[in-house]
């Protein structure tokens, strides 16, 4: 008898945790953190066309002090242009809900002043899930282009301990700055494999 209600407790469960992943992820994400909260906000935020920085480039956001997270606003709108080191899907994380539909998780791209460069001069910008859905980008076909990107600045909190400007002992740095483009509306390849090739955000 309590092996029956035990099954009837395990189907219950597992009812309950598909009725719960069918329900849309908040703007927050899944997390705890509050700054984790933040930052999944700023990813997920709607996307709205800007009028890009002129004072902000590729080269402007890879300079910096030891500490650089005041830098910039996230309110700034930015156009930089760079070549693709590395493309990969993220995955399930926080922003997403851990969100195992690959539509649904971001692309992370690892932008450089050349192809040849080393993580001082590198910086990330992320396709986030509703720029991602319009686009049906392919991150092999962005790896050694040059792209042109346009969107808002973020501060990535959780990325710090990646960055050259935010741990200086670290072993395992992979770019110059936390500060990343997120979300991106607009991305145009202008290397020579896809010359003139542009994908962008729906209406614009």
Excluded at 105 to 129: F, G, H
Excluded at 165 to 184: F, L
């Amino acid at each position: 008898m309590k092996k029956y209600f035990l099954h009837i407790a395990l189907i219950a469960c597992n009812i309950c945790a598909a009725q719960q992943s069918t329900e849309p992820c908040p703007a927050g994400g899944k997390s705890d953190n509050a700054i984790e909260r933040h930052d999944n906000y700023l990813k997920n935020r709607d996307i709205t066309p800007g009028v890009a920085d002129a004072n902000i480039n590729l080269d402007t956001l890879l300079k910096g002090m030891p500490d650089d997270s005041a830098r910039f606003s996230a309110n700034t709108f930015v156009t930089v242009t760079g070549w693709v080191v590395e493309a990969e899907d993220i995955g399930p994380e926080p922003c997403n809900c851990f969100s195992t539909d690959t539509t649904q998780s971001t692309i992370r791209i690892y932008l450089a002043t050349s192809l040849n460069a080393w993580k001082d001069s590198i910086m990330v910008i992320e396709l986030t899930p509703k720029f991602r859905s319009l686009s049906h980008l392919n991150t092999d076909e962005l790896f050694e282009e040059k792209i042109q990107v346009s969107g808002y600045l973020m501060f990535n909190h959780e990325t710090k301990r990646f960055a050259l400007n935010g741990c200086k002992k670290c072993h395992t740095v992979d770019r110059k700055t936390s500060w990343e483009i997120a979300p991106v509306i607009k991305l145009q390849v202008i290397g020579k494999a896809h010359k003139g090739a542009e994908i962008k955000m729906a209406g614009q």
